[in-house]
């Protein structure tokens, strides 16, 4: 009986490894199996300012897609140099760019890693500049920027512009209600409104695609900044309240400017 079962063990052993070593095998070779890098007729490359016009000291972003627009999937490398982009001016000289440090090139490091685009998979970076360049390293002047990208190894390249323009902030206190003012776009408009004695509501724009509000600049009551986005016309109202009716039978203000944005 016991020779029975020690041969039935070493059937079972054996018909376990049989079955089991071709599966290691498949998994082996489907690991190894690596795409072929992305071509132009797989994958779209796009580069894209979050905006086409800042106001000098707002940070500019730029958004790199490439997206597989493709039934099959591909390689690509990302790291420090990969995506490789840089950014000139009107005159065309760089002022940013990829393995950038203090204003300027800086020697890139070593580091790569393979990925795989699979079909209809989009890769996105999100690039952060702070409109400096230079050494030392200084804010650039206003003016016209391009923004170029490019996947090293890959027949990728992408590019947008977008324009600088110079603060011409306007500051508006109850003093000014009725005033007319002229902004560029880009261009920002602070209302100053006293709390005591009254309450104010908050400072709306009559026209937002023309003259926009920024709640999140509004640290604290009676202070409203509004940024100015197309050309147009725009009135910015607002209403106070005393806070000691009826005891001293104030009355109600009306607070209201009128904004002309211009191009730039």
């Given at each position: 009986?016991?020779?029975v079962?020690r041969y039935?063990?070493i059937?079972v052993?054996?018909?376990?490894?049989?079955?089991t070593?071709p599966?290691?095998?498949?998994?082996?070779?489907?690991?190894?199996?690596?795409p072929?890098?992305c071509?132009?007729?797989?994958?779209t490359?796009t580069?894209?300012?979050?905006?086409?016009?800042?106001?000098?000291?707002a940070?500019?972003?730029?958004?790199?897609?490439?997206h597989n627009?493709?039934s099959t999937?591909?390689?690509?490398?990302?790291?420090?140099?990969?995506?490789g982009?840089?950014?000139t001016?009107?005159?065309?000289?760089?002022?940013?760019?990829?393995?950038?440090?203090g204003?300027?090139p800086?020697?890139?490091?070593y580091?790569?890693r393979?990925?795989?685009?699979?079909?209809?998979a989009?890769?996105?970076e999100?690039?952060?500049?702070?409109l400096r360049s230079g050494?030392?390293d200084?804010?650039?002047?206003?003016g016209?920027?391009?923004?170029?990208?490019?996947?090293?190894?890959?027949?990728l390249?992408a590019a947008?512009?977008?324009?600088?323009?110079?603060a011409?902030n306007?500051?508006?206190?109850l003093?000014?209600?009725?005033?007319?003012?002229a902004?560029g776009?880009?261009?920002?408009?602070?209302?100053r409104?006293?709390?005591?004695?009254?309450?104010?509501t908050n400072?709306?724009s009559?026209?937002?695609?023309v003259?926009v509000?920024l709640?999140?600049?509004?640290?604290?009551?009676?202070?409203?900044?509004?940024?100015?986005?197309?050309p147009g016309t725009?009135r910015?109202?607002?209403v106070?309240n005393?806070s000691?009716?009826?005891?001293?039978?104030?009355?109600?203000r009306?607070f209201?400017?009128?904004?002309?944005?211009?191009a730039?």
């Open positions: 009986m016991r020779r079962v039935l063990s059937l052993a054996f018909a376990v490894a049989v079955i070593v599966l290691l095998d498949v998994a082996s070779v489907a690991s190894s199996a690596t072929a890098d071509t132009a007729a797989q994958v490359l580069a894209a300012a979050d905006e086409s016009l800042y106001t000098s000291g940070p500019v972003h730029v958004i790199i897609s490439m627009h493709s999937s591909c390689s690509y490398s990302t790291g420090t140099f990969s995506p982009f840089n950014l001016n009107a005159a065309g000289v760089t002022v940013w760019g990829s393995c950038w440090f204003g300027g800086a020697p890139c490091a580091f790569r393979h990925n795989v685009l699979a079909p209809g989009t890769y996105r999100r690039l952060t500049w702070d050494h030392p200084v804010a650039v002047p206003a016209r920027y391009t923004f170029r990208a490019n996947f090293p190894g890959l027949p390249r947008t512009t977008f324009v600088l323009t110079k011409h306007v500051t508006a206190t003093a000014n209600s009725g005033y007319r003012y902004l776009v880009g261009d920002r408009l602070t209302v409104l006293a709390s005591t004695p009254l309450v104010w400072a709306v009559s026209d937002p695609r003259l509000a709640p999140l600049m509004n640290p604290v009551g009676g202070l409203f900044v509004f940024r100015a986005l197309a725009a910015v109202t607002a106070g005393p000691c009716y009826p005891q001293c039978l104030m009355a109600s009306q209201v400017v009128t904004v002309s944005v211009v730039p």
